[in-house]
């Protein structure tokens, strides 16, 4: 069974600062590995998908890498801004799953 | 493009009374649905999925329930509320098993 893992739980950076935030996963046959972003009390907003044929996805100051051997994932913001400040979470599908099975988030403040 | 209308946001119900949420999306056909609980604390939790009318997949047994009266219609249900039934109920949709999965705004549950 796919187990997600993200740490920390939290995070506060200056503005403009680049930043990383990271993802592991138990099982190396993982189908995709998502991103999402979710506002307090929202729905989650999806940011980038990887394929697990794919190495990393690109879009605009984000940018998500997958490293099936060594079980990882992160997510680089670049350039950070206050409007970043949100729970991200990544998920993961195992090969013939429906299920995504999430990690528990690391909330982000961006201070100004 | 394609919107994910859930309601209602918020919901107070004693124990013991039924439960309805409903989920509708707009500018597709055929989408797999997906409803999700988040609990305080806890990941998500994948409940049930769809991949088609009167398709209906259980991830978790419990006294929730799931029906698909329609191609864009997902209805989550509960014949009589458990304390441990509250939380924050997310409808998602996504094209296919490797597609981003998009989440609707949720469904806060009170139970008392």
């Known amino acids: 069974k796919q187990e997600v893992t993200q740490i920390p739980a939290a995070l506060s950076v200056p503005e403009g600062e680049n930043l990383v935030l990271n993802c592991s996963f138990t099982?190396?046959?993982?189908?995709?590995l998502q991103w999402f972003r979710q506002d307090p009390g929202k729905g989650l907003t999806s940011l980038l998908l990887?394929?697990?044929?794919?190495r990393e996805q690109t879009s605009g100051r984000l940018n998500a890498s997958l490293d099936k051997s060594s079980g990882r994932s992160t997510l680089y913001i670049a350039a950070s801004q206050p409007g970043d400040s949100a729970t991200y979470l990544c998920?993961?599908?195992?090969?013939?799953?429906?299920?995504?099975?999430f990690g528990k988030g690391t909330k982000l403040s961006v201070i100004p | 493009s394609q919107t994910i209308h859930q309601w209602p946001a918020t919901l107070v119900q004693p124990v013991g009374s039924p439960l309805s949420l409903e989920c509708t999306v707009e500018?597709?056909?055929?989408?797999?649905l997906y409803w999700y609980r988040q609990a305080a604390g806890r990941g998500l939790q994948l409940l049930f999925y769809s991949v088609g009318i009167g398709q209906i997949s259980s991830e978790v047994p419990q006294n929730l329930s799931a029906s698909r009266p329609q191609d864009r219609q997902f209805i989550l249900s509960s014949k009589k509320l458990l304390l441990s039934d509250s939380g924050f109920y997310l409808c998602?949709?996504?094209?296919?098993?490797?597609?981003?999965?998009?989440f609707g705004n949720g469904t806060r549950l009170t139970v008392t």
């Open positions: 500018g597709t056909s055929n989408p797999n």
């Open positions: 998602a949709w996504s094209v296919q098993r490797n597609s981003p999965l998009h």
């Open positions: 099982d190396s046959a993982i189908y995709n």
């Open positions: 998920a993961g599908s195992g090969a013939g799953s429906y299920q995504l099975t």
């Open positions: 990887i394929q697990s044929s794919q």
